[in-house]
């Protein structure tokens, strides 16, 4: 019987899970060759991960067989943040461990990536002939003058060719940088040029909810702005000649030519990512490729449980930090499903059909697509074969306890449900999958191997069952080696450890649970704070979208000179559905019935649509800003806005308030 404090869990794995799940076999190995607990299960484990945190690393690298060119010195030189040093001394490439699987004969002729656009037909890239065009592509980047530490940008949707491209600058020891070519000009060169890449790889255009957009026009914006190019390379997705100037891909990835790995320090940089940037230019966050590529052998490979008999799928686009997570999934010889199309078309249940066309085993893709299929009455479970699907793992937002109700009711009972989180900066996740424990309706399963995370109150005190702000207390080793052009790290100081020094604070409110589950509940620069009760953002919507007349709503809360507090609530209806005194009634009787009476909107208000930073998050902060009356030029970055024309409507509001 469970007690009150753990409630009875949605899914538990069996037996025959746990012990062929690859964290079991590794916690097995790590306690005859390192003194990890042999007892205890995964809290056991991680505990010892983080109490003995070098130990655990050096353990990550010998049971994943990193591959070190130069041998380290040490595996954490200064256990502080910022400014650890991981595996001193030792030279390694992350390309070379992407492409392992080629050198295994049985393997060269099976699929690394399966590439599937809108027709929803899978087309395959062997490992042979991935590693083949790795090979000539980085020779020409070579024979370009392309150097270590040189950036090489790609406009690229999410295609073969992006891997190959990554892969190939990686191999050269150049950091990759990449943005999606829905994204304007603006917003690329607010990224771009502040890393002045001396590559430039661009499609002509993309194919998205069944029509053609021509990007010929952006791109050649870009070259006219980023005078650090030295090549442009052309590929032909709709079609057209190279522009004059360019390089034709084709051509760069003719030859046969055997791939050489420069090999680079193990806190030399891999890629640079960037923050949503809605208040400023965003943030170029630099992350290392030996800090990758530990981490994400962690993730991938004990946490996710893939290997090479897995196919690994995440709805995602070149310009979020999922697709370099994604391409990741080579380090563990898994199939890399690569989606470029929209995750909708032809109808809502598009993702579900790639799931059965490509016998995906870990499915992932965001919240708000598993609440969309929902409310869309999309029957996964009945309408498609789903039997290879092992796991359904969703980010971008927390999955609201419907969610986890509804992928366990409709696409199958004995599913593992992983909702994880963690974030750009360290392209990884915090708290996520376990193959090894239950999952509880509403929470993530637990804090991940190596993370050191903590709910903490505003003094520093650690909180269990109680909401605080999420902090790292140790360093991990894809946390960012510094921001690009931050030449003193005040940037990087201040973004994460002005709260709580040599302490990583993130910006999430969570709560731990006397389980040792996580809940997340949305930033804490956004929080609602009533008459002192916060609550998160992300349990208003949770709630007020589960009414079907709401597709999607945002949550202001605002002090006001006055010392008084409005919040207002802003609701995206569903078509045919009207803001009549009755629905706002529910809306209100919603809250004040689930979460609480003091979090109910003073006002409820229709717009025609939420904005959202290109990766699809609510823009909380920059409309605060603009209901504050701050000008729209001062309050948001307009190149980070998905929608640009839904604001002007939040500043007028904040003007005539401020004038009220």
């Known amino acids: 019987m469970t007690s009150a404090s753990t409630p009875q869990p949605l899914w538990s794995p069996g037996p025959d899970r746990i012990a062929a799940a690859r964290i079991t ?167 771009f040029q502040q890393v002045e890449p001396v590559v430039l790889f661009t499609v002509d255009g993309y194919r998205y909810g069944g029509k053609e957009h021509d990007r010929r026009d952006t791109v050649a914006e870009l070259r006219a702005e980023l005078p650090s190019l030295r090549a442009v390379v052309h590929i032909p997705l709709l079609g057209t000649d190279a522009p004059e100037g360019t390089l034709a891909w084709s051509d760069l990835t003719a030859a046969t030519t055997e791939p050489v790995f420069e090999a680079v320090p193990f806190d030399h940089p891999l890629w640079v990512l960037y923050s949503s940037g809605t208040t400023g230019l965003p943030k170029a966050i630099v992350q290392s490729q030996g800090g990758i590529l530990l981490e994400h052998l962690k993730q991938l490979g004990l946490h996710c449980d893939l290997g090479p008999e897995d196919r690994f799928f995440w709805y995602t686009s070149t310009g979020w930090m999922m697709w370099n997570f994604l391409v990741s999934g080579l380090l563990t010889g898994t199939t890399v499903v690569l989606y470029d199309g929209s995750p909708g078309y032809p109808d809502t249940g598009a993702q579900w059909r790639i799931a059965e066309r490509t016998k995906a085993t870990l499915y992932g893709t965001s919240a708000a697509y598993v609440m969309a299929c929902r409310k869309a009455e999309v029957h996964p479970g009945r ?20 969610g986890f109700r509804w992928l366990h009711d409709e696409v199958a009972e004995d599913l593992w449900i992983a909702s994880v989180s963690g974030g750009t900066d360290v392209c990884s996740c915090f708290a996520g999958a376990v193959p090894t424990l239950p999952v509880h309706i509403g929470e993530l ?75 997340i509940h949305g930033r804490s620069d956004s929080t609602l704070n009533r008459q002192g009760v916060r609550m998160g953002s ?105 929608n640009l024309d839904l604001l002007p409507f939040y500043e007028e509001l904040g003007r005539t308030r401020a004038q009220g």
């Open 25 to 191: 076999a590794f916690q097995a190995w790590a306690a005859e060759r390192f003194g990890a607990p042999a007892a205890g299960g995964y809290p056991a484990l991680h505990r010892w991960s983080v109490d003995e945190l070098d130990i655990f690393w050096q353990a990550v690298a010998e049971w994943f067989d990193v591959r070190f060119t130069t041998p380290y010195e040490s595996v954490l030189a200064d256990r502080v943040m910022p400014g650890a040093r991981w595996f001193t001394g030792a030279t390694l490439n992350y390309a070379e461990h992407a492409l392992r699987a080629a050198e295994d004969p049985a393997r060269a002729d099976e699929a690394a990536l399966l590439h599937v656009d809108e027709t929803h037909e899978a087309v395959p890239v062997t490992w042979a002939e991935l590693r083949r065009q790795v090979g000539a592509l980085s020779a020409e980047l070579r024979a370009l003058g392309v150097r270590p530490g040189d950036r090489v940008s790609g406009y690229l949707p999410n295609i073969p060719e992006a891997v190959t491209a990554l892969l190939a600058t990686a191999a050269v020891g150049a950091v990759w940088t990449s943005c999606a070519p829905d994204f304007g000009a603006r917003s690329v060169l607010d990224r």
């Open 538 to 642: 992300a349990d208003i919507y949770e709630a007020v979208e589960r009414l079907p007349e709401i597709k999607e709503s945002l949550v202001i809360g605002l002090e006001e000179p006055n010392g008084g507090y409005w919040m207002p609530l802003f609701v995206h209806l569903a078509p045919g559905a009207t803001l009549d005194d009755d629905l706002r009634a529910r809306v209100k009787t919603t809250i004040r019935e689930q979460l609480s009476p003091r979090h109910v909107p003073d006002e409820i208000i229709e717009v025609p649509a939420i904005p959202h930073t290109l990766t699809g998050k609510r823009i909380e902060v920059p409309v605060k800003r603009l209901l504050q009356g701050t000008p729209l030029a001062k309050a948001v970055n307009a190149g980070s806005v998905d």
């Open 383 to 402: 309408d498609f074969d789903l039997s290879a699907v092992k796991c359904v793992a969703t980010t971008g937002s927390p999955l609201p306890p419907d």
């Open 445 to 519: 399963q637990a804090a991940c191997l190596g993370t050191d995370l903590q709910a903490w109150d505003p003094s520093g005190k650690p909180l269990v069952g109680e909401v605080g702000e999420l902090v790292v207390t140790n360093p991990m080793p894809s946390m960012p080696i510094h921001f690009w052009n931050d030449p003193d790290g005040s940037r990087y100081r201040d973004s994460y450890f002005e709260m709580f020094p040599g302490v990583w604070r993130h910006g999430d409110w969570i709560t731990i649970t006397d389980h040792g589950s996580v809940v």
